[in-house]
């Protein structure tokens, strides 16, 4: 049996696996779907959030659990387990990117995001300079994130989506061949996405090359659209 973290993106939280872990789960497995610091039930306040100290948190989870574990992250925070890697490789077995920023060494998310330039999220960003957070609007969470979900997530979503740190994805990566690099990678591109979309996704995954890609028709969000679709490429990835 394997064990995953599950790592959301930007603007949500633990919330974003309801669907997926009890189907890990019903197999055995072991997951662990987190809240990142300053999002979802965490209190850390958002504008004491930035890469340096998530990381450090997630390297406490990693620390208590006793064996490898396979680490998925989302969206904008692919950033958090590729750096994870780097401190943590001899305890990670896998990582898997979904719709998930790759990103090089000395790299930016940011730097990344600003060449995606057909995103649908962009005009909706609302930024708050003084707690350097932002958020994002409403009326486009069905078009840029949901529009192969059920309408129960969007109105969740509603209640549910928060502020995140702009912190983070100002910070540049500091990977290295050794470690990182030692760790396999895969991605799981979403070929339906208008927020991080298959444009941006492929330039990652061939500037930084992974085990194997797999692909899936859906919008940014497929945890909520095609759940069992997902942990199967999820159990495949993990028994390969």
């Not at 990566?173 to 070929?191: A, D, M, Q």
């Not at 759940?227 to 490429?233: G, K, R």
């Amino acid at each position: 049996m394997k064990t995953f973290i599950l790592i959301h993106g930007s603007w949500h939280c633990a919330w974003n696996w309801h669907k997926v872990v009890p189907i890990l789960e019903n197999q055995g497995h072991t997951v662990y779907a987190i809240d990142l610091p300053g999002m979802g039930r965490d209190k850390t306040p958002i504008q004491n959030v930035n890469l340096k100290t998530t990381v450090e948190k997630l390297c406490e989870l990693i620390d208590s659990i006793e064996e490898k574990v396979i680490l998925v992250g989302h969206s904008k925070n692919g950033i958090m387990i590729s750096q994870l890697a780097e401190y943590r490789s001899e305890k990670i077995e896998k990582l898997i990117y979904l719709a998930a920023y790759l990103i090089p060494n000395g790299k930016t998310q940011a730097a990344y995001s600003s060449q995606d330039l057909n995103s649908v999220l962009k005009p909706y960003v609302t930024r708050y300079p003084e707690t350097n957070s932002h958020t994002l609007q409403p009326e486009i969470y069905k078009e840029g994130l949901y529009h192969d979900c059920e309408d129960t997530i969007y109105q969740m979503a509603r209640m549910l989506l928060g502020h995140e740190s702009a912190e983070t994805g100002k910070t540049p990566l500091e990977l290295t061949e050794k470690n990182y690099g030692s760790v396999p990678r895969f991605y799981i591109e979403c070929t339906q996405d208008k927020a991080v979309t298959p444009y941006i996704q492929q330039k990652m995954y061939h500037e930084t090359p992974c085990t194997k890609i797999y692909k899936m028709h859906t919008s940014h969000s497929p945890f909520f659209s095609q759940p069992n679709e997902l942990c199967a490429i999820f159990l495949e990835i993990a028994n390969n």
